[in-house]
């Protein structure tokens, strides 16, 4: 299977983190194939999105303006991949015969996502696969969508003052010179995108205040 171009012609499922990358990977699934709805894992209490931590409103903002539906599912990393199968397999008796990713760097086999979409009996896509990374990030800044750092890493070259910035052509090039993987792909940071071409609207935001966490520092979105 020609995993870049897995969805030509399928109907699928996205893994939706909110995030630039499963963003892009959507966008360009969209343009070979149907999608009929983002997966989206919640931390246990169902507070918070385990990706990115991003609160359901805000899922549910970005899923309306895009015009999908969203299949949630709260787990502890105990159940996590047995209640993502079970969204699979749900997402495949509606239709859906790929679930679509954003990774760039998994091996081409022996990845998770192979794994629990054989168990579905899905085929998995990922448009960003083996992509330059600079190249995913230019192309995502290109056609027109919009997105905020919303956590960094500061054992990793990121500073709290990162948080709230929008990854613009100009910043990459500045994070870049700082040594930092424009594609935050070492974990260095995860950004939460408010508008671009799959939006019908943008997605109103208010800031809060930055929390910290060890090495970590976040800050938390609220729909405006």
Same mark, same amino acid.
């Given at each position: 299977?020609?995993?870049k171009n897995g969805a030509c012609g399928h109907r699928f499922i996205a893994s939706f983190s909110g995030g630039k990358?499963?963003?892009? #990977?959507?966008?360009?699934?969209?343009?070979?194939? /149907?999608?009929?709805?983002?997966?989206?894992?919640? /931390?246990?209490?169902?507070?918070?999105?385990?990706?990115?931590?991003?609160? *359901?409103?805000?899922?549910?903002?970005?899923?309306?303006?895009?015009?999908?539906?969203?299949?949630?599912? #709260?787990?502890?990393?105990?159940?996590?991949?047995?209640?993502?199968?079970?969204?699979?397999?749900?997402?495949?008796? &509606?239709? #859906?015969?790929?679930?679509?990713?954003?990774?760039?760097?998994?091996p081409a086999h022996g990845c998770w996502h192979d794994k629990v979409t054989q168990n579905a009996g899905l085929k998995?896509?990922?448009?960003?696969?083996?992509?330059?990374?600079?190249?995913?990030?230019?192309?995502?800044?290109?056609?027109?969508?919009?997105?905020?750092?919303?956590?960094?890493?500061?054992?990793?070259?990121?500073?709290?003052?990162?948080?709230?910035?929008?990854?613009?052509? /100009?910043?990459?090039?500045?994070? &870049?010179?700082?040594?930092?993987?424009?594609?935050?792909?070492?974990? /260095?940071?995860?950004?939460?995108?408010?508008?671009?071409?799959?939006?019908?609207?943008?997605? *109103?935001?208010?800031?809060?205040?930055?929390?910290?966490?060890?090495?970590? #520092?976040?800050?938390?979105?609220?729909?405006?």
């Open positions: 299977m020609d995993w990358d499963s963003v892009l #990977a959507l966008y360009k699934a969209m343009q070979v194939g /149907e999608a009929i709805g983002l997966i989206v894992m919640l /931390e246990e209490e169902g507070k918070r999105s385990r990706s990115h931590g991003m609160p *359901p409103e805000l899922i549910r903002a970005q899923a309306e303006s895009i015009g999908l539906p969203v299949y949630t599912g #709260a787990a502890s990393w105990t159940d996590y991949e047995s209640v993502f199968i079970g969204l699979l397999k749900q997402a495949k008796d &509606q239709g #859906a015969r790929v679930l679509v990713t954003g990774d760039l760097d998994m998995l896509g990922m448009p960003l696969w083996e992509m330059d990374h600079l190249e995913a990030v230019r192309e995502f800044i290109n056609l027109g969508f919009v997105t905020i750092l919303v956590t960094v890493n500061l054992s990793l070259g990121m500073k709290e003052e990162d948080l709230g910035r929008v990854l613009t052509h /100009e910043y990459v090039e500045e994070l &870049q010179a700082r040594g930092i993987d424009p594609c935050g792909e070492g974990g /260095e940071f995860h950004t939460t995108v408010i508008d671009g071409p799959i939006f019908k609207r943008p997605i *109103p935001v208010r800031k809060c205040e930055i929390v910290r966490d060890g090495d970590y #520092a976040f800050l938390p979105l609220e729909l405006g």
